[in-house]
Nanobody, 125 residues
C-alpha cells in the first residue's frame, strides 16, 4: 500500500549510535502507524518500537527502552529510529513497517501491510 525506503544501517562498535531513516511514499502518511521491527539470523522478527500517526505517543520494547527513540516528521513522510548505547545483541536486520491507524496491533508484525527492504545493523565488541 505504501513504499518504504530505509537508510542509515551499518557497522558500529558497542556503545555507539546509529540513526535509521524510513522514507514513505504517498499523500496520507500521517494516517499510518509506523513501526520498527528487527530480525537476527535464525530468529523471529521482533517488535522494536512504534509511533501513531499523530506522533504524540510512542511505544517500545523493554529491551530497547532508554536507548532507542522512534520519531516521525509527517511533513517529510519520514520515520526515524535513533539508537544509542548499542549492544552486540542489537545486531539484526531492521525493518520499517506501516499500517493504517486503528487496524491491528502495533506490536504484531502481522498487523502491518507495508514493509521496507530491511537495513543491516551490526554492533561489534
Amino acid at each position: 500500500q505504501v513504499q518504504l525506503v530505509e537508510s542509515g544501517g551499518g557497522l558500529v562498535q558497542a556503545g555507539g549510535s546509529l540513526r535509521l531513516s524510513c522514507a514513505a511514499s504517498g499523500r496520507t502518511f500521517s494516517t499510518y502507524t509506523m513501526a520498527w521491527f528487527r530480525q537476527a539470523p535464525g530468529k523471529e522478527r521482533d517488535f522494536v518500537a512504534a509511533i501513531p500517526g499523530s506522533g504524540r505517543s510512542t511505544y517500545s520494547a523493554d529491551s530497547v527502552k532508554g536507548r532507542f527513540t522512534i520519531s516521525r516528521d509527517n511533513a517529510k513522510n519520514t520515520v526515524y529510529l535513533q539508537m544509542n548505547s548499542l549492544k552486540p545483541e542489537d545486531t539484526a536486520v531492521y525493518y520499517c513497517a506501516a499500517k493504517k491507524a486503528g487496524i491491528g496491533l502495533y506490536y504484531s508484525p502481522g498487523s502491518f501491510d507495508s514493509w521496507g527492504q530491511g537495513t543491516q545493523v551490526t554492533v561489534s565488541s
